[in-house]
């Protein structure tokens, strides 16, 4: 339950706050993960981000940075992102969420479902934190900790890619999310998730540079998934396949146009 609640005014101030109560704080940017199940917060002591500048969209030297506090509504309306994060910000159903959650927010938050990171992991996403380090976003995700993340980075935002989700209701948990890209050089990049331990990427699957059914086939022996509600362990192994396999084929066709 927060008891305390701070609204410092430069990152310097909120870097101090942390030292100061450690693991007792937690960042408070749209608020939407921190009161509700099953992320929400213990801890006593909130420090907000909303007087931060961290709220820009832009390009610098031909890449996309985008602040952590930029909310998932703001983003989806911006010109500047890509069509595959465009739809990406889709799968998260509710509008009003959509107004209130932050990209920064998203990417830290240890939740079960991860709607955006398929498509960031696939277009080799960084993260910039408070201490000026930029690292893989896939590396972050490895190892999530309180190191405060200031923008998402894009180096190369408009490769080919392409995301979809499968699920029971637009507004029900997903069986599985998937992305694909290729890069310049023809590449793949392959991330999916709800069909094994969080989200992950498929390098083994991604170095052999497969398609069709032998690519359905590889994908469904890598992914580990458990049987639930949501399905069978066969059904998702099996529409994993086919999902990464059509997406690949829908960057193929991107490049003919």
Request: glycine content about 6%; proline content about 4%; overall charge negative.
């Amino acid at each position: 339950m927060i008891e305390q609640f701070f609204r410092p005014a430069t990152l310097t101030q909120a870097t101090e706050l942390k030292q100061r109560f450690q693991e007792n704080a937690v960042w408070f940017a749209g608020g939407s993960k921190l009161n509700a199940v099953p992320t929400k917060t213990d801890r006593t002591v909130a420090i907000s981000l909303s007087l931060l500048p961290l709220k820009s969209i832009e390009w610098q030297d031909g890449i996309l940075r985008i602040g952590a506090v930029v909310t998932l509504e703001a983003l989806r309306e911006s010109p500047l992102i890509p069509r595959a994060l465009y739809d990406a910000l889709g799968f998260i159903y509710s509008r009003h969420i959509r107004n209130q959650a932050t990209i920064g927010g998203e990417i830290a938050a240890c939740q079960r479902e991860h709607a955006l990171l398929p498509v960031l992991l696939v277009l080799d996403a960084q993260v910039q934190l408070a201490s000026n380090d930029v690292i893989p976003l896939e590396s972050y995700l490895a190892a999530p900790d309180d190191r405060l993340i200031t923008h998402l980075i894009l180096q190369d935002p408009f490769r080919r890619c392409a995301t979809r989700t499968v699920r029971e209701t637009a507004d029900g948990w997903a069986v599985v999310t998937a992305a694909v890209a290729l890069t310049g050089n023809n590449e793949q990049r392959i991330a999916v998730d709800g069909v094994g331990c969080g989200i992950s990427r498929l390098p083994q699957v991604e170095a052999k540079n497969l398609s069709g059914e032998a690519l359905e086939k590889a994908v469904s022996q890598a992914v580990k998934p458990k049987a639930d509600l949501l399905g069978s362990e066969e059904y998702k192994r099996y529409i994993t396949g086919i999902l990464v396999s059509d997406l690949l084929t829908d960057c193929r066709q991107m490049g003919e146009e």
